[in-house]
């Protein structure tokens, strides 16, 4: 399912990769300008030498009128390269200038905080309290900005369509500025070394028209359970209990499979790791679980997010991506068809 996009700055998508893609292509012209003239330079040269030695007179010098030459010489030598050099070296600093910026509060009204893991990135939007997993939804046509940190070690953020890599430092706050023209995905990755798993921390930006944008972000806004419960804290991680599999007001009908698999994951580990918001489950080792269903990936792109894989992940998270924090769970099938049934229902 990895597309090979994923490691090519080409097509770029918008924004610093637009202008650097611009610069790109200013120095392959201007290289091949050079290359042109000096390769040409040679031949001329190569070929007036051996005219020269055919038609010498007797005194034995070369039947070149002199003066000329030095003229191309300090042509081809000092001005031409000058000019080519000056050139680029102004583009290359209008292009610092314009890349190097991060987009401040107010040219960037959306802004996102993402927080590189081992192996994964946690992405929230602080002004709307919502909170996923290696998926980061912009709106296209703005400058959004991206605040990067970690926990752990050194990570970097890069989505070459998008923009260049920036360093995620464990205690300071790196921005980049995520700016799509078009609805699309783009993929992204960690791109420094950060432990085994470096090579599966992957995410994708998904890019939507504003109004689907605002749509997704009202979705993921909701708790994917329980309607009925309380917006404040919901009684913290020990008054849980009487809510884990319990009764729902105003709810949609569950299946009897979910409400069983929304017990067995209320009543195993997974809630000291997994956060569902609306439940008791407030762990946050893991992503947040909240809206999983609705997530195209899991693993930071290890796997696809369907029933299979989700059941390969569970019950053997060390054989799909060893060296990850998750450990494996011991299920019966039937426990695992109902944990997955629910996990499913997280749309
Ligand atoms: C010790 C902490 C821990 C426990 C316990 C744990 N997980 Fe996880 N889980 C994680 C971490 C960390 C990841 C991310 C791993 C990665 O991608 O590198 C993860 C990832 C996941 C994912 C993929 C999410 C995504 O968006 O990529 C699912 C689904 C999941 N866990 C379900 C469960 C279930 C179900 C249980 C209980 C049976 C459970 N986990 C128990 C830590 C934990
Ligand atoms: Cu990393």
Known sequence: MIDARIRSVFPPAGGVADRVDGHLQLLLVAGSVVWVIVVTAMFVAVLRRRRAERTEGDDGVPGDEPGRGHLVVAFLGGVAPAVIILGVMADSVLTLRDTGGTADASRAPVVVEVDGRQF????????????????????TGQDVRVELTSDDVIHSFWVPQLAGKVDLVPGRTNVVTLHADEPGTYWGRCAEYCGLQHAWMRFVVVAHDEPEYAGWLEAQGRPA???????????????????????RPGAGPDTE??????????????????????TEARGTLG???????????????????DRESLARWITGPQDVKPGNAMPGTDLSEDE???????LESLE
């Open 257 to 278: 499979e979910v409400a069983a698999g929304r017990e067995i994951f209320m009543s195993s580990s997974c809630v000291y790791c997994h956060t569902i918001a609306g």
């Open 287 to 305: 992503p947040d679980l909240t809206h999983l269903a609705s997530r195209q990936m899991i693993g930071a792109g290890v796997l696809p997010n």
């Open 336 to 342: 695992l068809d109902a944990l997955i049934t629910y």
């Open 225 to 247: 359970e329980s309607p009925g419960r309380t917006d404040d804290g919901a009684g913290g991680p020990d008054g849980g209990d009487e809510t884990a599999g319990g009764a």
């Open 120 to 139: 994964w990135w946690e992405v929230r939007y602080p002004e709307h309290d919502v909170e996923t997993a290696n998926e980061i939804h912009i709106p």
